[in-house]
């Protein structure tokens, strides 16, 4: 973990935020209010009970507003802003750490900040995505999009190979797939904290998953 900045990472991504233009800001608050209005309404009535019209008048927004903000229904589930600050506090480690430790300390900084600030939000998205096919399919698509994106080009960086490598390409469908699994376990059992069974499941990848 890196030691020159002593700022949580919630308060980086919160100050982050706080930096946008007025109209960014105003469109970040109502993307989060209509995600909240999504997942109280799929909590009451059912993921597929629930219409883009039911939650856009929860939200006091249009069908047409809902969807400037989200794609799709699915995408009220899974949507964050998580990323962009995984990859600031990754860019922020030790240059001699390898890509897999430095996320290992990337995510024992960020996970623990992010389940103080939205553990039930976090629960109930993740519930959703392993129990609603849609949502899983949508979740697996924006993360070949987003995240595996943003980690293949964090791990290009560290290491100074290209973004294309197949082998950093095959890194990081690794880690997601580790980060899948360790997810769905902590939903079966979520008295193990999920950023201690995240952590043991890629330290076991670090060792080349002996058996």
């Known amino acids: 973990m890196s030691t020159s900045n002593p700022e949580h990472p919630i308060d980086r991504l919160q100050d982050r935020l706080s930096r946008l233009p007025l109209r960014e800001r105003k469109k970040l608050r109502t993307r989060r209010a209509v995600q909240a209005h999504a997942l109280r309404l799929f909590g009451e009535q059912g993921y597929d009970a629930t219409t883009v019209e039911q939650i856009a008048a929860a939200a006091e927004i249009s069908p047409s507003t ?4 989200f794609p799709t229904k699915e995408d009220v589930v899974i ?12 860019r922020d480690q030790p240059a001699d750490l390898p890509p897999l430790e430095a996320l290992r300390a990337t995510l024992r900084e960020i996970l623990p900040q992010m389940f103080d600030e939205d553990l039930e939000v976090i629960r109930t998205r993740m519930r959703l995505a392993a129990e609603i096919p849609a949502v899983r399919a949508r979740m697996f698509e924006s993360m070949s999009k987003g995240t595996h994106a943003v980690l293949t080009e964090l791990v290009s960086e560290r290491t100074g190979r290209r973004r294309g490598d197949p082998a950093v390409e095959a890194f990081c469908w690794a880690v997601l797939g580790v980060l899948q699994g360790a997810i769905y376990r902590w939903l079966d059992a979520p008295g193990n904290g999920l950023a201690d069974v995240i952590d043991h499941d890629l330290e076991f990848l670090s060792r080349g998953c002996p058996l």
């Open 66 to 69: 809902f969807f400037r903000y």
């Open 79 to 90: 949507t964050d802003e998580y990323d962009p600050i995984m990859a600031e506090v990754f």
